[in-house]
């Protein structure tokens, strides 16, 4: 190989680095900025496609184009009727204008940084302007009739002027102004999760249980009542049952002791003398049985038939 040679493969090995150091490829879902020797020059790169920048000299910086999420952190915050709650929100943007995005925050990290001060500091200030319960509701509702009378008077049912969504509509209204300046968009905030803080949950439970005590023992009483009811009607049935029973044996009771009175009295009247005969015998087997000794004196009727049969 002679030196006109190698000279040409050490260009062409040049341009090839050259060119590969200078290209690059914007997709659908990226935007770049371009600095050289740290500044930014010229407008963001939004079109996918190859591009092409000096090597060595400009650095192409990469940003998403979709929307990024914000995860905040749980913070401990005093309602404005001095309730302490536990907050947990998240929020949705968008690098809307790249070049201010890099020249204020440089990165996502920086602008993760900022929007825990702004959405977090704007979430305090929105909390601590609205009572406890609109932070928990977001509309009134009809409740429970069942429930009514176990509520106070500053129960969770009392009506509310502004409630979740509004708090969580200022917060976005408020912070949405912030951020712009920053190159960011912001698309949604939320509320994630409320929660009372250890002692207040305390409270708050044990006015749970002393409601449903309340509750339990008004039905209690309901079902006493009705239990009583229902043992009264039962007894007054069932006195009602046995005097009719009762009058019921009585007319056949007395309708058989007519009936056997009249036999009774046909029979007599066939035969006086034997009737007479047989009721004896009946009255002596009644008062006597073979275990015992029957004295009887000699003017006793029972004599008069036993001496008749001799």
Do not use: C
């Not at 400009?58 to 401990?76: M, S």
């Not at 601590?128 to 319960?133: E, G, N, Q, S, T």
């Not at 006015?207 to 009483?221: C, G, K, L, T």
């Amino acid at each position: 190989m002679d030196r006109k040679t190698g000279a040409g493969l050490i260009v062409l090995i040049v341009l090839a680095v050259g060119i590969y150091a200078s290209a690059y490829t914007v997709d659908e879902t990226q935007q770049v900025i371009i600095t050289q020797f740290g500044d930014p020059i010229g407008n963001a790169i939004t079109e996918p496609g190859l591009h092409f920048k000096l090597p060595l000299v400009q650095v192409a910086h990469f940003f998403d184009r979709r929307f990024l999420e914000w995860d905040g952190d749980a913070n401990q915050v005093p309602t404005r009727d001095k309730r302490f709650i536990w907050v947990d929100s998240y929020a949705r943007w968008r690098i809307s204008d790249p070049l201010r995005f890099f020249e204020r925050v440089n990165n996502e990290l920086g602008a993760q940084s900022r929007l825990d001060d702004i959405l977090d500091g704007e979430t305090r200030n929105a909390v601590a302007r609205h009572d406890l319960v609109e932070v928990v509701r977001s509309t009134n509702r009809e409740p429970d009739q069942s429930l009514l009378d176990s509520e106070d008077e500053t129960g969770v049912l009392e009506i509310i002027e502004r409630g979740r969504q509004e708090l969580t509509r200022a917060v976005l209204e408020t912070a949405r102004t912030r951020v712009a300046d920053l190159g960011i968009e912001l698309i949604d905030f939320q509320i994630k999760r409320i929660n009372y803080v250890e002692e207040v949950q305390r409270d708050v439970f044990a006015r749970m249980i002393a409601e449903r005590n309340r509750v339990a023992e008004r039905y209690r009483s309901e079902g006493e009542g009705e239990a009583a009811r229902i043992r009264g009607e039962r007894e007054r049935e069932l006195k009602r049952i046995q005097s009719e029973a009762y009058r019921t044996a009585q007319e056949l009771q007395g309708v058989a002791d007519a009936e056997a009175t009249g036999t009774y009295a046909e029979a007599h009247n066939l035969d006086a003398e034997f009737y007479a005969f047989m009721k004896s015998l009946e009255t002596l087997e009644i008062t006597a049985d073979p275990s015992s000794t029957l004295i009887l004196s000699t003017d006793t009727d029972l004599l008069e038939y036993l001496k008749g049969t001799q």
